[in-house]
Structure formats: C-alpha cells, structure tokens
C-alpha cells in the first residue's frame, strides 16, 4: 500500500525547546491529519490540513500542508513534558474514488521531554 | 461532543472463547470504522461501515465479525482468536464516508488472547 516516510522516528528534547516533525509522500494528499497517542489509549486529533500552503495552528502547535501537496510537518513550540507521546502523521489519497477515502498512517515519532 | 466511547477497556480471552467489543458515537456522525494497532506500529484499518452498511473489509479473518446495530453503535465479534490477534483495538468515527474527513477515535480496547 501507499507510503508515508515520517521522521524522525523518535527524539528526546529538553524542555522548552522547540520541535519539528514532517511526513513525506511520493504521492499527491488531498487531507493531512496529525494525530498525538498516549500509551494504552487512541489517538487524538491535534490539526487537519485541507489546501496546499495551508498553515494551522492549534496553540503551541503548528502544522503546514506543503506546497507540492506530498508532505506536512508539525511543529510543537516550547515543550512541556505532557506533550511526550506518539505523533502520527495520516493523509488521505488525492485521487478520487472510495478506495482513496481511508487514511494512510505514517510509522509515528516517539517524543521524549526531559524535564 | 467530540467523543467515541469504547467498551471494555481492557479484555482477556482464552482461545476458544467468545466476546465482542463495542463502541458508541452520539456526533450523528454516519461513518465507523475498526482499527487494529500492535505496540509501536500505526492503526491499521480492518472495517468501514456508512450509513450502516459494510464498505469496506481489509480481507480481515472471519474470527472478527463487525455489526453496526444503528447508526451510533458498532460492536467487534470474536470468536476462535489467536494469540497473535493481541493488540489495541480502536474504533474511529466520521462525518461521513468521503474526501476530507476527520477521523475521532476512541480509547480502544487493550485484547489480550492467551
């Protein structure tokens, strides 16, 4: 199936620093999704992106659809040690159709704050 | 109301045993879905319904049987599962089956199958 390349695969930061995270495709995505995991539990919804060039921000969290509409990054501004979980990336397919209606994932970055 | 209730939390189920999971949305939303996500791995997508109706089933065994009883209900039937079917079980819902949708998950279903 389809691809998402998300990096890094995990990060340890001190906090307050600032973080960056990005998903890239060989495929055009028509709908970004960033999602934040906590063990045991389902992923929440942080952002969605629909527009290339779109930038949202969502309090210390920021996240853009890229222009060439094959990738989106996240970036978390001024870490807290509540922000360490799970970070997934999920697109859907630019073509239309139902088969391009489920959600691609990417693998997820692993966030480690270190107080 | 953003939430999609998730029972049991957490199960445990010997091989031959027989249970269901369920799940329950109250955002009119007209699309569920079932996900199952192993240890450090993304969801992986295992049944669509919308409007009621099964859209979609990602050639999952037929051990996993999904119901969608109404249009806020969706319960997982197991039967004869294996020890390698452990995992988190998520179930997500949507506005609608299409382009652009969000997808709300709830806290899953931690199976064990001993």
């Known amino acids: 199936g389809q691809q998402l390349n998300q990096s890094p695969q995990s990060m340890f930061i001190q906090e307050g620093e600032d973080v960056s995270m990005n998903c890239t495709s060989s495929?055009?995505?028509?709908?970004w999704l960033w999602y934040k995991q906590d063990p045991g539990e389902g992923p929440v919804l942080l952002i969605a992106?629909?527009?290339?060039?779109e930038l949202t921000s969502n309090g210390r969290l920021t996240a853009q659809f890229g222009i060439t509409r094959k990738d989106s990054f996240l970036n978390i501004s001024a870490s807290i040690p509540s922000d360490v979980g799970i970070y997934f990336c999920?697109?859907?397919?630019?073509?239309?159709?139902?088969?391009?209606?489920?959600?691609?994932f990417g693998k997820g970055t692993k966030l480690s704050v270190i107080p | 109301d953003t939430e999609v209730t998730q029972t049991p939390k957490h199960l445990v189920m010997g091989m031959t045993n027989k249970k269901s999971l369920k799940c329950e949305q109250h955002?009119?939303?007209?699309?569920m879905y079932w996900y199952k996500q192993k240890a450090k791995k993304p969801p992986e997508l295992m049944f669509v319904?919308?409007?009621?109706?099964?859209?979609i089933n990602e050639s999952v065994p037929s051990r996993f049987s999904p119901e969608c009883p109404n249009s806020s209900l969706l319960n997982l039937h197991l039967h004869a599962l294996q020890p390698e079917d452990s995992a988190l079980y998520l179930c997500?819902?949507?506005?609608?089956?299409?382009?652009?949708?969000?997808?709300?998950f709830g806290s899953g279903t931690q199976l064990s199958v001993l």
């Open positions: 997500a819902s949507s506005q609608d089956w299409g382009q652009s949708e969000k997808l709300f």
């Open positions: 495929s055009i995505f028509n709908t």
């Open positions: 992106l629909y527009k290339a060039g």
């Open positions: 999920a697109g859907q397919l630019a073509p239309l159709g139902a088969g391009s209606y489920q959600l691609t």
């Open positions: 955002m009119g939303h007209r699309a």
């Open positions: 319904y919308s409007y009621e109706k099964l859209s």
